[in-house]
């Protein structure tokens, strides 16, 4: 037998949610608990709706402070107004409303942006160090690393010099590697191509081209 319509509810009419994850009858079950008079009998119901909660998201059962979060949730469906004993402090609703503090961006406008941010704060780290093969080690990978960077910028080629000057410049005339060798810019421009998307295409259709072809 259909119910009655004026029976129906419409989710236009109804609360809104305020953990949707749950769901509506999980809610009603909360609300019930709020309005139940007896201390007692309201602390049983707790109880069991954290049961229930639990067995609902068996994938937290591993995850530290578990029953806390799971108190802390019912005390939010219920807007604060359940009454009961938890074994867990309980969270103020003016902690949770708290926005939190924006976080600083690094407002940082690099002369030469291809090489990013990264590079200067390695540079930073290598003139701290104290002269030796390992920070003659770090100055000519920074180095390398500022070629390629360089080459990626849409550049098709650049003399070691220019990656040279760049670097004594950023690091305030503290490393200078002059008359030093870097990686030949083709092998940079090599690697790039052989990563390229439209190559490994390329070398996949090849693949399948072979693909059943007797070999003698």
């Given at each position: 037998?259909?119910?009655p319509?004026?029976?129906?509810?419409?989710?236009?009419?109804?609360?809104?949610?305020i953990?949707?994850?749950?769901?509506?009858?999980?809610?009603?079950?909360?609300?019930y608990?709020?309005?139940?008079?007896?201390e007692?009998?309201?602390?049983?119901?707790?109880q069991?709706?954290?049961?229930?909660?639990?067995?609902?998201?068996p994938?937290?059962?591993?995850?530290?402070?578990?029953?806390?979060?799971?108190?802390?949730q019912?005390?939010?469906?219920?807007?604060?107004?359940?009454?009961?004993?938890?074994p867990?402090?309980?969270?103020?609703?003016?902690?949770?409303?708290?926005?939190?503090?924006?976080?600083g961006y690094?407002?940082?406008?690099?002369?030469?942006?291809f090489?990013?941010?990264n590079?200067k704060r390695?540079?930073?780290v290598?003139?701290?160090?104290?002269?030796?093969?390992?920070?003659?080690?770090?100055e000519?990978?920074?180095?390398?690393?500022?070629?390629k960077?360089?080459?990626?910028?849409?550049?098709?080629?650049?003399?070691d010099k220019?990656?040279?000057?760049?670097?004594?410049?950023?690091?305030d005339?503290?490393?200078?590697?002059?008359?030093?060798?870097?990686?030949d810019?083709?092998q940079?421009?090599?690697?790039k191509?052989?990563?390229?998307?439209?190559?490994?295409?390329?070398?996949?259709?090849?693949?399948?081209?072979?693909?059943?072809?007797?070999?003698y």
């Amino acid at each position: 037998m259909n119910p009655p319509v004026e029976n129906l509810e419409y989710n236009t009419e109804r609360s809104k949610l305020i953990i949707p994850e749950y769901g509506r009858h999980f809610q009603k079950m909360v609300d019930y608990a709020v309005s139940i008079e007896d201390e007692e009998e309201r602390n049983r119901i707790a109880q069991a709706i954290i049961s229930v909660m639990g067995n609902i998201q068996p994938h937290l059962r591993d995850v530290p402070d578990f029953q806390h979060k799971l108190w802390d949730q019912l005390f939010i469906m219920s807007d604060f107004k359940l009454d009961v004993k938890s074994p867990f402090p309980i969270t103020s609703k003016e902690i949770l409303q708290q926005r939190p503090e924006p976080l600083g961006y690094p407002q940082n406008h690099p002369k030469y942006r291809f090489y990013g941010n990264n590079i200067k704060r390695m540079i930073d780290v290598a003139v701290k160090w104290e002269k030796g093969d390992m920070r003659d080690g770090l100055e000519y990978a920074i180095a390398n690393h500022m070629k390629k960077c360089y080459l990626n910028w849409n550049k098709d080629t650049v003399d070691d010099k220019a990656i040279f000057d760049h670097l004594y410049e950023l690091s305030d005339g503290q490393i200078d590697l002059t008359g030093e060798n870097l990686t030949d810019s083709g092998q940079f421009l090599k690697n790039k191509v052989s990563k390229s998307p439209r190559n490994s295409g390329k070398k996949n259709q090849r693949n399948n081209n072979n693909r059943g072809k007797k070999r003698y």
